[in-house]
């Protein structure tokens, strides 16, 4: 039992190509496989197209007969148009139906020239073992492999049992021996190769994970969880070309807490730290991949953010710090930021230290002006 118990396992686990239990990893596994599959068909009916061709030229020149001839190259003309048609399909059901319908139509054709010729030729046999050995081109799972091969093996059997008079003994029995042998070897391929295909995406999905998690780690203040500015000067070009494509507002900003020493000081650095991780929480409605906030360093923040209603959303947020703070600060002390906000236009082409450095001219206006105000390079637009 237990001998056996790591080989019914290995079957489950290759019986269909999208059974990976987890559903995070079926997910990322279906495009790739779907890929796969389109250029595995693709190939097959490449191949098939080539031996078909082949095939049909030697019928022809060997005198084989018409009805070889003709069926070969219509066969042909079946596997181009399945090439073709491989490129425009998306669905992975219909990859595979594709792929049966070119291996079981040719089965089947080569099932009728052997009753209208009444003799097993060895091309015609050559055609079988061919057929069945191109099963694994296609990388689909134990469960299709196992119906495509079971049917042309099936036919043929069939076929020839009605049919068993008109064939001599032992041609029958080496198109059952080159059958079976055929799909056993095939078999056994379309397991081996789809159980390495497995083991491959889920090494592949574990590491792109843990490259996204370090990638998190790396580019993540550590204290609020925002972005750092590693990030945002990375990031910065692409998020404002994103909107500036779909035509919207885009808007940066810069700011610090007014009188931040002042507060570690005298309530602490841990108060501090809670007044930090507050204005993270207050922007933390931000979608994060086209507008997001991050921590410069010390009480420092820089913020990118799309549309007319900015300021007024901006000046919503920040007035929310303090009902953010999991510990208010001590004699119901409010923390406050000045703010420099700089709309970006489209034919502005800054980057991001010319951002940086028209937003900090802002915020050392707003400081000057007493602090917890907001200033903009839009006039008529200062708030405090």
């Not at 596994?29 to 250029?39: D, F």
């Not at 391929?189 to 490259?211: I, N, T």
């Not at 809670?274 to 979608?287: M, Q, S």
């Not at 994060?288 to 209603?309: I, K, Q, S, T």
Request: charged share 20%; hydrophobic share 50%; net charge neutral.
């Amino acid at each position: 039992m237990k001998t056996t118990a790591p080989t019914l396992s290995d079957l489950s686990g290759v019986w269909s190509c999208l059974d990976f239990g987890a559903p995070e990893l079926r997910d990322y596994a279906t495009p790739v496989i779907t890929r796969e599959t389109r250029r595995g068909v693709a190939l097959l009916s490449l191949v098939a197209l080539m031996f078909l061709a082949l095939a049909a030229v030697i019928s022809a020149v060997f005198a084989l007969g018409t009805s070889y001839t003709y069926t070969y190259g219509v066969l042909s003309a079946l596997a181009l148009h399945i090439y073709l048609s491989s490129a425009k399909v998306e669905q992975l059901r219909a990859l595979y139906l594709l792929a049966m319908l070119l291996l079981v139509v040719c089965g089947s054709s080569l099932v009728l020239l052997a009753q209208r010729s009444g003799h097993l030729h060895a091309m015609l046999l050559l055609s079988v073992a061919v057929l069945i050995m191109l099963v694994p081109v296609v990388p689909w799972g134990l469960r299709e492999a196992a119906l495509t091969t079971g049917a042309i093996y099936l036919m043929f059997t069939a076929s020839t049992y009605l049919s068993r008079f008109r064939f001599a003994a032992l041609d029958l029995w080496v198109l059952q021996c080159l059958m079976l042998v055929a799909a056993v070897i095939s078999l056994a391929l379309v397991a081996r190769a789809l159980g390495l295909r497995k083991h491959d995406l889920a090494m592949r999905f574990q590491l792109e994970r843990a490259q996204r998690e370090l990638t998190e780690l790396v580019n993540r203040d550590h204290l609020t969880g925002a972005w750092n500015r590693r990030h945002i000067e990375r990031d910065f070009d692409r998020v404002v070309a994103h909107h500036h494509e779909k035509e919207s507002a885009c808007w940066f900003g810069l700011f610090d807490i007014d009188r931040f020493k002042s507060i570690n000081d005298t309530f602490g650095h841990g108060s501090g730290d809670e007044v930090l991780r507050a204005v993270h929480a207050a922007f933390g409605e931000l979608p994060g991949d086209v507008e997001y906030l991050a921590r410069l360093g010390g009480d420092e923040f820089a913020l990118l953010m799309c549309g007319l209603d900015v300021p007024a959303r901006v000046e919503a947020a920040l007035a929310s710090i303090a009902g953010k703070m999991a510990v208010p600060l001590p004699g119901g002390v409010t923390p406050t930021v000045s703010l420099g906000l700089v709309r970006l236009a489209p034919g502005d082409m800054l980057n991001f230290d010319g951002a940086y450095k028209l937003a900090d001219e802002l915020l050392y206006e707003a400081k000057h002006a007493g602090g917890n105000t907001v200033r903009t390079n839009i006039e008529g637009k200062a708030a405090a």
